[in-house]
Structures are given as C-alpha cells and as structure tokens.
C-alpha cells in the first residue's frame, strides 16, 4: 500500500509475511532470509515509484480517477500483488545469468 505522505514524499507498507517471500525464504537456504527481505522490500518500493513516476509524467492527477475508476494507488496495489509471486525467482535468474547466456537465443542487427 502506498500513501501520500503529504511533504512531496510517499509511505510505502510492503507486506513482509507474504506467502510468496516466505516461500521464498524456506526454499532458498542458500541466501540469507534478510538479504531476500530487502530483495523484496526495495524491489516493491521502485516498483511503486516507477508507477508514481510514470503517472506523473502523463500529467494525470494523483487523485483523479481515470477511465477505469481507479487511481494510481490502487493500481501500484494491482501490479504489486501480480508481480509479487515472480519477482524473488526473476531478480535471482536474472543474477544468474552468464555473458554466454545473454547472446543465445538471438541475433544481433
């Protein structure tokens, strides 16, 4: 959840017993649980402003509802909890990845 703090600045309330980062935890004893809290955490925060950002260069108000009646609160919630169950696995594989892996798969123009 994100709120307006009021002084140009957001509070962000990131659920750190979701199931997803729990499993994650339990999973993955090879990382330290802390470590993949602040994946997490930090990861959820940009996300969000990232959609603040982006909101604001559409010069569409904060508080202004847009066609689908939802404000920009609500969807920072929406892609937060789609993104939530792939987001640990995506920032670990993409860590993983090698410099032989990168140009595999296609060419280059």
């Known amino acids: 959840m994100v709120i307006d703090s009021g ?4 509070d962000f309330f990131i659920n750190m017993d979701n199931v997803y ?5 339990k999973s993955n004893s090879k990382i ?8 997490y ?5 940009l996300l969000g402003i990232a959609l603040i950002k982006d909101n604001e260069t559409i010069d569409i108000s904060k508080e202004s509802e847009n066609d689908n009646g939802s404000n920009i609160y609500e969807k920072i919630s929406y892609f937060t909890r789609a993104v939530s169950p792939i987001l640990l696995p995506m920032i670990s ?17």
Request: hydrophobic share 25%; net charge negative; charged share 35%.
């Open 21 to 25: 980062l729990l499993s994650e935890q």
């Open 7 to 10: 002084n140009e600045g957001y």
């Open 41 to 45: 955490k930090y990861s959820m925060v």
């Open 93 to 109: 594989g993409l860590g993983d990845l090698q410099e032989d892996e990168i140009n595999s798969g296609y060419e280059e123009e």
């Open 32 to 39: 330290n649980p802390k470590l993949l809290d602040a994946r």
